[in-house]
């Protein structure tokens, strides 16, 4: 099974900021490899999927990277909306594996 | 617009049956599969099961392999999620997913999540 390790799993910032997450998969998923936000109480929302491709609708400030094993969401300018956790998912030859989230907190 | 609803969550004891439904509209529904998606109280996600948009394929994780079965019902627009020998861990809300693509990879729309709890 594939595993993604996801860092950090708490990341403070404040408005304004830049922010990085960071997925790494245990074996190469190419670029195979979803975002998603989830809000308490709420489900999850695809911001980015095949490791790049921003989702209709979702601000441009969200951007993803990556390939094979390392990727990342990166957020430019955090907005107060922004504060949420989020999570990596790989979906390479019909398996499936969500990172363990990062949560995006006020500093 | 897409609306995925999910039903069937209830408290039930360990080693017992439940049977989840999701009612959908307003897509395609016979040329996506779907996906549940499961979240124990505080922890991450985690994929339960995915089905082929004709129902020929489904796919398991070890978790559940064996004990969980996902079915549809296309002239219904519903998917089904039968949980057999439910244990304490299965504790979670149940979210059904639509997926992009008729084999399965990722979802872009999510019901708002059924709760199960699995206690004595």
């Known amino acids: 099974d594939i595993q993604m390790t996801q860092y950090p799993s708490i990341l403070p910032a404040f408005v304004g900021d830049r922010v990085t997450i960071t997925c790494r998969a245990s074996?190469?998923?190419?670029?195979?490899l979803a975002w998603y936000q989830q809000k308490p109480g709420k489900a999850p929302k695809l911001l980015i999927s095949?490791?790049?491709s921003l989702e209709s609708g979702v601000p441009s400030r969200f951007s993803g990277s990556g390939s094979g094993t390392e990727f990342s969401l990166t957020i430019t300018t955090l907005q107060p909306d922004d504060f949420a956790t989020y999570y990596c998912?790989?979906?390479?030859?019909?398996?499936?594996?969500f990172g363990h989230g990062t949560k995006v907190e006020f500093k | 617009q897409v609306q995925l609803v999910e039903s069937g969550g209830s408290v039930v004891q360990p080693g017992k049956s439940l049977k989840l439904s999701c009612a959908t509209s307003?897509?395609?529904?016979?040329?996506?599969?779907m996906q549940w998606v499961r979240q124990a109280p505080g922890k991450g996600l985690e994929w339960v099961a995915v089905?082929?948009?004709?129902?020929?394929?489904?796919y398991y994780p070890d978790s559940v392999k064996g004990r969980f079965s996902c079915s549809r019902d296309n002239s219904k627009n519903t998917v089904y999620l039968q949980m057999n020998s439910l244990r304490i861990e299965d504790s979670a809300v149940y979210y059904c997913?639509?997926?992009?693509?008729?084999?399965?990879?990722?979802?872009?729309?999510w019901g708002q999540g059924t709760p199960v709890t699995v206690s004595s």
């Open positions: 997913a639509k997926d992009v693509y008729g084999s399965g990879s990722f979802a872009d729309h």
């Open positions: 307003g897509f395609g529904f016979s040329r996506y599969a």
């Open positions: 089905i082929s948009h004709d129902g020929s394929k489904m």
């Open positions: 074996q190469s998923i190419s670029n195979w």
């Open positions: 095949d490791a790049s």
């Open positions: 998912q790989q979906y390479f030859n019909f398996s499936w594996a």
